[in-house]
């Protein structure tokens, strides 16, 4: 037996090997996208099927959309979360998208055509927006809310801003969850290595001809499987717990007026993420042990702090669509988003230092332990558009959006290791708000020739403040005691805009072209923990231009090209760390990137489906006088240092952090009708070229390259699905990320994880 395809799948193949393994994501598609539920079993449908997005808030095919999108593939989606990955699982699975993190499961950040942001203060500011359900997520700890009982994950690459939500200069993660009214009622639950637990359910549908409902949860676990081989215990570190829930009431009181309110909340609790003292070796881009020299062992780490990690977050949304005649429709999302943090790590990696009886792994000049806190975080956005319905050649979107911000974070460093009484407390505060007043006008004409074009004006403004109000350090160290509260505002206007045409050549090939000005919002950092000053970055703005063709050949080929460059001036960038342990804003004056994205579908074979992306991603900084303090732990930089001034190096020339050339993508599935259901294979890789972790290169803070890949074998009927799968086969360890103001310490990928899954439709 074999399904039809998802709004998120390629084709009803790619949907057969995934449907029970959730079947949330199992709803069919055909050239009208009509929708079937997954209990309904369909002929089978050969062929590659088509993609339905709504990155320009109604729903499109992807062939159709003047704009670089890429979903995320329902089977992909499934195999990542399967081994309890958290949202980084996403990086790579589509061309140009990186993500990482040096705070673990709770504060992501993202990376899109190599525009990012590397900063780890708990306010910074991120070029890539990342949108849940219409609702625009800002601080980066609401950025890692899980993804769970999806209708649809898109990516939309280069700045965006004139049909919705915030702007961005560049791109979008736009996550949908599945309605209350879908009628789709699913549970999978997996074991795996270091028990590794993963649980997904979604049910609901109906209660009357005016109300639907849905409940939505996602629990995953993993237990504490690095030893840390001083202490006695065999496990110590790494484990977590991870819930959130979700639960949507849909009103339709009219065939004029729906009204959806949704309620979710987040609770983790585990390990900060582990970092490695030394783990880099001195000249080389390898990883070596916990005893220098030794095997790198994924496994085991020296540690002598205190770690923990605990967030909660919360959302209440009501979402009102009016059908207000003419063809057109008034939306209304009110949302508010609220959540507090608390983690401490060893960041220095190892145990002791040079001035105790043992220090190791290699040398470490001082102990480094401290803690960053959110206590309290509100969010509020309010957004208000009315869209034309697409009947005719003449459409329209026109909207206004407005965000309010009031963040507090609290930092403290400790004495030793082991105290629980800061040495030392900073404390921030942060007031944001912004207005957006966004168009959109299109007009398709009978030639074949589509054209639209939009207007945005952007108001944003912040007032922070921030002191030391205790440090009882001692003077040798530098520090200068307590720091008196420093205030300071920043805002600024910005116009921004986008053009775009395409043009349908035949039924099979679409070219289209695009010009657009994206910007961001001058940023804020006074993590005044070790430093005495705040810094202040000036808004950025970037032109993109991007031109691309869209083919689709019978059914059973699908081939997308784009090709684009930009040019940011005043680019925000972050120098962490260095000789002075300082984190600081700064612009460049100019980062231009170009590149290249492709992807690809085919269904050669009944029964078999093949994807592929890939992505080159060029960026260059251009600015002489940008310097940067280099590292404080022996690395080798390769940047020339400012005459004058050692340790100091120019990072004109260089690419931007955490911005590979290469990411490549590809999966394979296959399936074989047997007896009342089918057995099928499914695999998937992403592979990425090297990294730089900072502003200047060194060879010890980089990564040469990562593969990854996963395999799931499984046998399905229309109810049940059991299968085995593995997530990172080949075991594949690299560092994604450094610490630089103390030791070669590095921070790792995920490890390998096998086990198996159960599924079941009702």
Not at 20 to 33: G, I, M, W, Y
Not at 550 to 579: I, M, P, S, W
Not at 590 to 619: H, I, M, R
């Amino acid at each position: 037996m074999r399904r039809t395809t998802s709004l998120l799948s390629y084709s009803a193949l790619a949907l057969a090997m995934a449907a029970t393994a959730n079947p949330a994501l199992a709803q069919s598609t055909d050239e009208e996208a009509d929708v079937t539920t997954p209990q309904e079993v369909a002929e089978p449908e050969e062929g590659i099927g088509v993609i339905v997005i709504t990155a320009q808030r109604y729903e499109q095919n992807l062939q159709d959309v003047p704009i670089s999108v890429a979903t995320v593939d329902a089977d992909v989606l499934n195999a990542v979360s399967t081994g309890g990955a958290d949202i980084r699982g996403l990086a790579g699975r589509v061309p140009s998208l990186n993500i990482e993190s040096s705070f673990g499961r709770t504060f992501p950040r993202f990376y899109i055509r190599g525009l990012g942001n590397t900063d780890f203060d708990l306010n910074a500011s991120q070029p890539v927006s990342l949108v849940y359900d219409d609702v625009v997520l800002e601080n980066p700890i609401l950025k890692g809310f899980p993804v769970f009982d999806m209708e649809r994950v898109e990516v939309l690459r280069g700045p965006q801003g004139t049909l919705f939500g915030r702007n961005t200069p560049a791109g979008i993660v736009k996550f949908d969850s599945r309605r209350p009214d879908s009628n789709e009622n699913y549970f999978r639950g997996s074991y795996g290595t270091y028990d590794t637990i993963n649980i997904e359910s979604g049910m609901g549908g109906e209660l009357s001809d005016e109300w639907s409902i849905r409940a939505s949860v996602l629990y995953q676990h993993r237990a504490d499987w690095i030893d840390n081989i001083d202490t006695p215990e065999i496990g110590d570190l790494e484990g977590y717990d991870d819930f959130a829930a979700r639960l949507q009431l849909q009103y339709e009181p009219t065939d004029f007026a729906t009204f959806r309110l949704t309620g979710q909340i987040r609770d983790m609790e585990g390990s900060a993420r582990i970092f490695r003292a030394n783990a880099l070796v001195p000249e080389d881009n390898d990883l070596q042990g916990v005893i220098i020299g030794d095997e790198f062992k994924r496994d085991q780490v020296r540690a002598d702090g205190i770690n923990f990690q605990r967030l909660e977050t919360k959302n209440v949304a009501l979402t009102a669509d009016f059908d207000i005649g003419a063809d057109a429709t008034l939306t209304s999302v009110t949302s508010y988003w609220g959540g507090s943090l608390e983690s401490r790590g060893d960041i220095d990696g190892g145990f002791g230092n040079q001035f105790g009886p043992e220090q190791g792994p290699g040398f470490i000049p001082f102990s480094a332990q401290s803690r960053d806190d959110i206590p309290s975080l509100s969010q509020i956005t309010q957004e208000v558009r009315i869209a034309s319905n697409p009947a005719t050649g003449f459409g329209y979107q026109a909207g206004a959006f407005f965000f309010w911000e009031d963040l507090e974070i609290s930092s403290e460093d400790y004495g030793t290791p082991t105290d629980l009484a800061p040495a030392a407390i900073a404390n921030q505060e942060q007031f944001s708000e912004g207005l957006g007043v966004f168009g959109t006008l299109r007009y398709a004409f009978d030639n074949g020739v589509t054209l639209q074009g939009g207007l945005r004006y952007n108001r944003d403004r912040r007032d922070f403040r921030a002191a030391r109000p205790l440090d009882t350090r001692p003077g040798f160290l530098g520090f200068g005691g307590p720091v008196d509260p420093i205030e300071t505002t920043v805002e600024d206007e910005v116009v921004t805009w986008d053009v775009a045409a395409t043009y349908e050549v035949n039924d099979n090939v679409n070219i289209y072209a695009r010009a657009a000005k994206g910007y961001r919002a001058p940023s804020i950092q006074g993590r005044l923990l070790f430093g005495r000053d705040l810094s202040v970055a000036d808004s950025e703005t970037t032109m993109s231009y991007e031109a691309g063709v869209k083919t689709e050949f019978n059914r059973a080929l699908r081939f997308n090209l784009t090709g684009y460059f930009f040019e940011t001036e005043d680019l925000q960038l972050t120098a962490v760390g260095g000789e002075n342990n300082f984190t600081r804003l700064l612009n460049a004056a100019e980062v231009d990137g170009y590149g290249l994205e492709a992807e690809l579908v085919a269904a050669p074979l009944p029964g078999l489906l093949l994807t592929a992306g890939a992505s080159y991603n060029s960026t260059e900084t251009q600015d002489p006088g940008a310097f940067v303090a280099g590292c404080a732990s022996g690395c080798t930089v390769l940047d020339p240092e400012r005459g004058g001034a050692p340790g100091i190096f120019s990072i004109d020339g260089n690419p931007l952090p955490q911005a590979p050339d290469w990411t490549i993508n590809w999966t394979a599935g296959y399936e074989v009708p047997v007896g009342n259901g089918d057995i099928y294979v499914f695999t998937d890789w992403y592979y990425r070229s090297e990294i730089q972790f900072f502003l200047y290169e060194s060879v010890e803070y980089s990564d040469p390259d990562l593969l990854e890949g996963g395999l799931r074998i499984g046998y399905r009927t229309n109810t049940f699905d059991i299968a085995g799968f593995v997530r990172n086969i080949t075991n594949d360890y690299s560092p994604v990320g450094g610490i630089d103001f103390n030791n070669l310490t590095a921070f790792v990928n995920e490890p390998r994880i096998y086990g198996v899954e159960l599924g079941v439709n009702f």
